[in-house]
């Protein structure tokens, strides 16, 4: 199984503030990774898929890149509706496997 | 609009079984593949498998073998997870989620509310 590692675990930033978060693959997986945020309670809503591509409605302050093993994925400018919990999840192959996520405060 | 509603909350014991439905609305559950996940308390995403309709039957993580079943009915729309022999463990919320792709790799544009299981004695 591929295991994806994210960092940081947690952070803690301020609105209007840049942050970045990593996701590292055990094997190559190409371009197929895929970004998720979610709130406490509620389902996780896609933001990236392919590395880099925005999901249909999602503003253009987030972003992301990478290929092979290692994947960035940032947001540029945070607002406040922006916390929550962000997860890499890769589609190389199945079984299909998520980071353990990366908790944002503001 | 493609929307997936889940059935609500169960409370089981441990050994017992337990089933979750999800039903797609706006569009037809054929025309994609359901896969379901889950999330343990204050845990991470954890992918559970999907029904494979090449071959008619289930495909599931590892660690789910065994345990837990998927099905369609694709008269009503609604796919089903089962999962047997319950444990504390297996308390969690339970995600039906559509994969855009093929052969079961791509990304999940839409998801079910979920599904809280808890698994008390």
């Known amino acids: 199984d591929i295991q994806m590692t994210q960092s940081p675990s947690s952070l803690s930033a301020s609105v209007g503030d840049g942050v970045t978060i990593t996701c590292q693959a055990s094997q190559d997986i190409s371009h197929y990774l895929n970004w998720y945020h979610q709130k406490p309670g509620r389902a996780p809503k896609l933001l990236i898929y392919?590395?880099?591509i925005l999901m249909t409605g999602v503003p253009s302050r987030f972003n992301g890149s990478g290929s092979g093993t290692l994947f960035t994925f940032t947001i540029s400018s945070l607002q406040p509706e922006d916390f929550g919990t962000y997860y890499c999840q890769h589609h190389d192959n199945l079984p299909l496997t998520f980071g353990q996520g990366t908790r944002l405060d503001i | 609009q493609v929307q997936l509603i889940q059935s609500g909350p169960e409370v089981k014991k441990p050994g017992a079984s337990v089933k979750v439905s999800c039903k797609v609305s706006g569009n037809t559950l054929t025309e994609f593949s359901i896969h379901w996940v889950r999330q343990a308390p204050g845990k991470g995403l954890e992918w559970m498998g999907f029904?494979?309709?090449?071959?008619?039957?289930?495909t599931y993580a590892h660690q789910f073998q065994g345990r837990v079943t998927l099905t369609e009915d694709p008269s009503s729309d609604t796919a089903f997870l089962e999962l047997t022999s319950l444990r504390s463990e297996d308390t969690a919320l339970y995600f039906c989620?559509?994969?855009?792709?093929?052969?079961?790799?791509?990304?999940?544009?839409?998801w079910g509310q979920g599904s809280p299981v808890s698994v008390s004695s």
């Open positions: 989620a559509r994969l855009v792709g093929d052969l079961g790799l791509g990304y999940f544009d839409f």
């Open positions: 029904f494979d309709r090449e071959d008619a039957e289930g």
């Open positions: 392919d590395s880099s």
